[in-house]
């Protein structure tokens, strides 16, 4: 069964807190990505890595930066969290871009 | 950058037939995809189109026409279960191979 793990379901951290969410897929893909979902703003694209130590920039990246160093293993760091970041999380990765992607179940970060 | 539009609620009653639309703007695009979420849960792959035409899997099928930069979710005897959000989704490359989503549309199903 093909799994994409995220390494907490829930997180309350303080404003300045520096942040670390992780993810991990065990299907050898080389995509993946990491969106936030906020109500009816859908899912919108922070991060994505097509190879180990590469990285992209989504469309919101700002505040936001992440490290491949495996290619199982996307974290996405918040350098400094602040209340606009309060957000549920989601990881994904996939073999081919737009073809099946597979998600975590989410991390809902609270920044207070 | 890239847009994609869908309608943002849909109402039907159990047993009809539902289609989600999809318009999107993107350079460089690959293909589309459709995304149901339930409530509380993870998004999970429905379908993806490359080429114009039908993809047909049991009571979802899922259309493309890359000329009109538009796509659609066709469920077919809706049930009850299939209440939740549905997302398309774009691949595109555009400095990097990506997947961009919609706002998603929320689907009601009553009895």
């Known amino acids: 069964d093909v799994k994409v793990t995220q390494s907490s379901r829930y997180l309350v951290k303080r404003t300045g807190e520096k942040v670390f969410l992780e993810c991990v897929q065990d299907m050898d893909h080389e995509n993946m990505f990491w969106y936030r979902q906020d109500p009816g703003l859908g899912l919108r694209l922070i991060y994505f890595?097509?190879?180990?130590?590469?990285?992209e920039k989504g469309d919101i990246p700002e505040g936001y930066s992440v490290s491949r160093e495996k290619k199982e293993r996307f974290s996405l760091i918040l350098e400094s969290a602040s209340t606009n970041q309060t957000s549920m999380y989601l990881c994904a990765s996939c073999l081919r871009v737009a073809t099946e992607a597979f998600f975590g179940q989410g991390t809902r970060l609270t920044v207070v | 950058g890239q847009s994609l539009e869908q309608p943002s609620e849909v109402t039907a009653v159990e047993g009809a037939i539902v289609q989600i639309n999809c318009t999107y703007q993107?350079?460089?695009?690959?293909?589309l995809s459709w995304y149901q979420q339930h409530d509380g849960g993870a998004p999970t792959f429905l379908s993806y189109?490359?080429?114009?035409g039908l993809e047909e899997t049991g009571r979802f099928s899922s259309f493309l026409s890359r000329s009109d930069s538009y796509g659609y979710l066709l469920l077919q005897e809706l049930q009850m279960k299939d209440s939740a959000s549905y997302f398309c989704?774009?691949?595109?490359?555009?400095?990097?191979?990506?997947?961009?989503f919609g706002a998603g549309t929320r689907l009601f199903v009553k009895a």
């Open positions: 189109n490359a080429l114009d």
């Open positions: 989704a774009v691949g595109a490359n555009t400095g990097g191979f990506k997947t961009i």
């Open positions: 890595s097509y190879d180990v130590k590469m990285k």
């Open positions: 993107t350079s460089g695009f690959y293909g």
